[in-house]
């Protein structure tokens, strides 16, 4: 059996000669007789946002270029770093999602962008998509293979009740003529998705269930007339913040097989200028809390909805477009690999996470095109970790987080863990449920092979070791100088980079 290990290493990093009191012992038993859920192979997902560059939180205006309607397409490093998941699921969506018109002919208005108004839904206009981007978006998405969701405009036609609550039926005109034309393109759209943030009580606005169900089963009708007897995308929805009530009766009023995926959001450390982010990331009791979230869900698709699978539509960490000093450094990636972990174990199929790029929450940064550390921390993920759920025993301290999943291609367990402890390190021994050692000893060793073999992005991870069958590999990855917002990532000690001349990660300093 081969056994992989994704290990972060400790916030601050211990002395090579250390007391016996600053390890704490800790057993992680792997339950392997059977899987305890499933994720699918686009498991790891990112989303385009819609959101303009006068879009400003906190005295700053993070999003520059990286808007559906401006992201320049062309940068090489976009491609490259979409390529390099072979593939990476992209939802194009967000906030102004609901306020997007799109360029076909009958629209009968003229195709302009979102500008600034007082009044506004979020402060802005509506805005339009032209044909002729959305053909320069999909020759994006065909060359580089990307899986796509796209959220479609949910408040179409409705008017507006009271402050925050519409009503009324959705007009799909002008969304059907889009799809239209994306079928006739043959663009190959995974799934649509209706609506963002209009379930429960919503965020500036919301529907009610009934009026949403019902117009789920509308545009089921529509993708079954346009797609005929040609393979068809999923419909998901609603792309929102968890409320029961409101999410069973969605799939009571849509009905048996027309909803095959129930979208959610979440955005569980707070806003993204509160001084609490960086604790409540190294917090396992607060990390926690989520958990609670995934498992109603999986309930409520259970009772309600079986033919439906839970998906996290939308993942930033801190709202408000993240934090400037945390979403975009090394810390974070305890958080996003830990909700990665947790999210799976609930069934989750899909984990978009806010954003590819964009805000200061982005895999890669707004204006360079480079990536940020969680951008590596989500390619191990996807290159390692299966699609097989397992169960896992930990005893010892809630600071090491353990998740284990089949060992994706190469077969055998890839563990991951998480030491959340900024001071102590941990002697981990791991065994099967068959009281079976697999690994153990004075804590994790690291397996210095794994650095002499580190070369760039499309080898680095999953590469063998130079003398052929290895039944353990370690990625080990930490911040550059100990700073745990850094925001270089080293792997196995080396810096994870770029080349000037392709999106390769270097190993630099040999």
Same mark, same amino acid.
Request: charged share 20%.
């Given at each position: 059996?081969?056994?992989?290990?994704? #290990?972060?290493?400790?916030? $601050?990093?211990?002395?090579?000669?250390?007391?016996?009191?600053?390890?704490?012992?800790?057993?992680?038993?792997?339950?392997?007789?059977?899987?305890?859920?499933?994720?699918?192979?686009?498991?790891?997902?990112?989303?385009?946002?819609?959101?303009?560059?006068?879009?400003?939180?906190?005295?700053?205006?993070?999003?520059? &270029?990286?808007?559906?309607?401006?992201? *320049? +397409?062309?940068?090489?490093?976009?491609?490259? =770093?979409?390529?390099?998941?072979?593939?990476?699921?992209?939802?194009?969506?967000?906030?102004?999602?609901?306020?997007?018109?799109?360029?076909?002919?009958?629209?009968?208005?003229?195709?302009?962008?979102?500008?600034?108004?007082?009044?506004?839904?979020?402060?802005?206009?509506?805005?339009?998509?032209?044909? @002729?981007?959305?053909?320069?978006?999909?020759?994006?998405?065909?060359?580089?293979?990307?899986?796509?969701?796209?959220?479609?405009?949910? $408040?179409?036609?409705? &008017?507006?009740?009271?402050?925050?609550?519409?009503? %009324?039926?959705?007009?799909?005109?002008?969304?059907?003529?889009?799809?239209?034309?994306?079928?006739?393109?043959?663009?190959?759209?995974?799934?649509?998705?209706? %609506?963002?943030?209009?379930?429960?009580?919503?965020?500036?606005?919301?529907?009610? /269930? @009934?009026?949403?169900?019902?117009?789920?089963?509308?545009?089921?009708?529509?993708?079954?007339?346009?797609?005929?007897?040609?393979?068809?995308?999923?419909?998901?929805?609603?792309?929102?913040?968890?409320?029961?009530?409101?999410? /069973?009766?969605?799939?009571?009023?849509?009905?048996?097989?027309?909803?095959? /995926?129930?979208?959610?959001?979440?955005?569980? $450390?707070?806003?993204?200028?509160?001084?609490?982010?960086? *604790?409540?990331? +190294?917090?396992?009791?607060?990390?926690?809390?989520?958990?609670?979230? #995934?498992?109603?869900?999986?309930?409520?698709?259970?009772?309600?909805?079986?033919?439906?699978?839970?998906?996290?539509?939308?993942?930033?960490?801190?709202? !408000?477009?993240?934090? &400037?000093?945390?979403?975009?450094?090394?810390?974070?990636? #305890?958080?996003?690999?830990?909700?990665?972990?947790?999210?799976?174990?609930?069934?989750?199929?899909?984990?978009?996470?806010?954003?590819?790029?964009? %805000?200061?929450?982005?895999?890669?940064?707004?204006?360079?095109?480079?990536?940020?550390?969680?951008?590596?921390?989500?390619?191990?993920?996807?290159?390692?970790?299966?699609?097989?759920?397992?169960?896992?025993?930990?005893?010892?301290?809630?600071?090491? &987080?353990?998740?284990?999943?089949?060992?994706?291609?190469?077969? %055998?367990?890839?563990? +991951?863990?998480? !030491?959340?402890?900024?001071?102590?390190?941990?002697?981990?021994?791991?065994?099967?449920?068959?009281?079976?050692?697999?690994?153990?000893?004075?804590?994790?060793?690291?397996?210095?092979? #794994?650095?002499?073999?580190?070369?760039?992005?499309?080898?680095?991870?999953?590469?063998? =070791?130079? *003398?052929?069958?290895?039944?353990?590999?370690?990625?080990?990855?930490?911040?550059?100088?100990?700073?745990?917002?850094?925001?270089?990532?080293? +792997?196995?000690?080396?810096?994870?980079?770029?080349?000037?001349?392709?999106?390769?990660?270097?190993?630099?300093?040999?």
């Amino acid at each position: 059996m081969n056994l992989w290990f994704i #290990f972060l290493l400790p916030l $601050l990093c211990l002395p090579a000669r250390v007391r016996s009191e600053d390890y704490s012992d800790v057993t992680v038993i792997v339950r392997g007789s059977e899987t305890i859920a499933s994720t699918s192979d686009e498991f790891v997902c990112a989303t385009i946002d819609w959101w303009p560059p006068e879009k400003c939180n906190y005295d700053q205006c993070p999003w520059g &270029r990286a808007s559906v309607l401006n992201l *320049d +397409l062309t940068n090489p490093l976009l491609a490259k =770093a979409i390529q390099a998941f072979s593939p990476l699921r992209i939802r194009v969506g967000g906030s102004l999602q609901d306020q997007v018109l799109y360029g076909t002919p009958n629209l009968g208005s003229p195709c302009d962008p979102f500008t600034k108004v007082s009044g506004g839904l979020f402060g802005f206009s509506q805005g339009c998509i032209t044909l @002729e981007r959305w053909d320069a978006i999909n020759d994006l998405f065909l060359n580089t293979g990307a899986v796509v969701t796209f959220g479609l405009n949910a $408040l179409q036609g409705r &008017r507006q009740i009271s402050r925050s609550v519409w009503g %009324g039926p959705w007009n799909s005109s002008n969304a059907r003529e889009f799809m239209e034309y994306t079928v006739s393109m043959n663009y190959p759209i995974d799934s649509w998705e209706f %609506g963002n943030e209009l379930s429960g009580s919503g965020i500036g606005a919301s529907v009610g /269930a @009934e009026q949403y169900g019902k117009d789920l089963v509308e545009l089921q009708t529509i993708i079954n007339e346009l797609y005929g007897d040609s393979r068809k995308p999923l419909v998901v929805a609603p792309g929102g913040f968890y409320d029961q009530k409101w999410f /069973a009766q969605l799939l009571k009023v849509s009905g048996p097989n027309v909803l095959n /995926a129930m979208t959610h959001h979440i955005y569980n $450390l707070g806003a993204g200028n509160d001084p609490q982010v960086p *604790d409540r990331i +190294l917090n396992p009791q607060y990390l926690s809390r989520t958990s609670d979230t #995934f498992r109603s869900l999986q309930l409520t698709i259970q009772r309600h909805g079986p033919w439906s699978a839970p998906w996290v539509g939308e993942a930033g960490g801190a709202y !408000n477009s993240g934090s &400037r000093l945390v979403s975009n450094t090394f810390l974070n990636s #305890f958080w996003y690999l830990d909700q990665l972990g947790q999210s799976a174990k609930y069934d989750t199929k899909v984990y978009c996470r806010q954003t590819l790029i964009g %805000g200061n929450y982005g895999l890669l940064d707004t204006d360079t095109f480079v990536p940020n550390p969680d951008y590596y921390s989500a390619l191990l993920w996807h290159r390692l970790m299966g699609t097989g759920v397992l169960s896992t025993d930990i005893s010892g301290s809630s600071y090491l &987080r353990a998740y284990v999943h089949c060992g994706k291609q190469k077969g %055998g367990v890839a563990l +991951l863990l998480l !030491n959340l402890h900024q001071s102590m390190g941990f002697m981990v021994s791991v065994r099967n449920d068959l009281n079976v050692n697999l690994a153990e000893g004075q804590g994790i060793r690291r397996d210095n092979v #794994f650095v002499r073999g580190l070369k760039r992005t499309v080898s680095w991870v999953g590469s063998k =070791a130079s *003398d052929g069958y290895s039944k353990r590999e370690e990625y080990h990855l930490s911040a550059k100088d100990g700073n745990p917002f850094a925001r270089t990532m080293l +792997l196995n000690g080396v810096p994870l980079e770029l080349t000037e001349d392709d999106f390769e990660a270097e190993a630099c300093g040999r």
